[in-house]
């Protein structure tokens, strides 16, 4: 007998209020997997100390989790960008809030994302990053949905693919909502827009 999936009902005062939302992954399930993930990462930068970029606000909580299980030495910054707004569908135009503080002229990058759908924001920053001449940039997403993807490199390191559906929970928000949700939840197909 298939497992019954959690769900949430959005409350009163949230954008869809009254919307049940199903448990996409599990707390557990992204817990193994980022254990899996910063295996992989400290083995490939061995020897080495990369400077570790989250990228604001949605990717705090996976970066968290990601460097705390890192057996590597490395340094951490931030960028933020924007290119949703208060929206569930993406603008189509990337803009710079807060960039990056550290110099990575000759260092390993790895920037971490929350989650790719388009691959703007991903693009975006690899363009922006590479000018500043480092010795690599590395990219790592706790989600990715490649039937929307559009971007003409590769992503390093995924931790879950999943299906076009709007998602929250785990960092990932709905209006500055739901970050704080340990598992990651789905809004039933086509609703809301993903664009």
């Not at 189509?92 to 503080?101: A, C, H, Y």
């Not at 940039?137 to 590769?154: G, M, N």
């Not at 559906?165 to 039933?188: E, M, T, W």
């Amino acid at each position: 007998m298939a497992e019954e999936r959690k769900t949430l009902k959005l409350p009163a005062g949230y954008p869809f209020a009254g919307q049940v939302l199903e448990e996409m992954l599990s707390q557990e399930a992204i817990s193994k997997r980022v254990k899996e993930l910063a295996a992989e990462i400290s083995s490939r930068y061995e020897g080495k100390i990369p400077i570790i970029i989250g990228v604001l606000n949605g990717s705090f909580l996976f970066m968290a989790d990601l460097v705390r299980n890192l057996t590597i030495d490395f340094e951490v910054d931030f960028i933020k960008i924007s290119s949703y707004g208060s929206s569930t569908t993406s603008s189509g135009t990337v803009r710079l809030l807060k960039d990056i503080s550290a110099d990575i002229t000759g260092r390993d990058v790895i920037v971490v994302e929350d989650i790719v759908d388009t691959g703007l924001s991903l693009s975006f920053l690899k363009h922006r990053l590479e000018n500043a001449g480092p010795e690599s940039v590395a990219f790592v997403t706790c989600l990715y949905k490649p039937e929307i993807a559009r971007h003409d490199f590769p992503i390093d390191f995924i931790a879950f693919s999943i299906e076009n559906r709007y998602v929250v929970g785990y960092g990932l928000d709905l209006d500055q909502k739901l970050r704080g949700l340990p598992s990651i939840y789905a809004f039933k197909e086509g609703e809301p827009d993903n664009g």
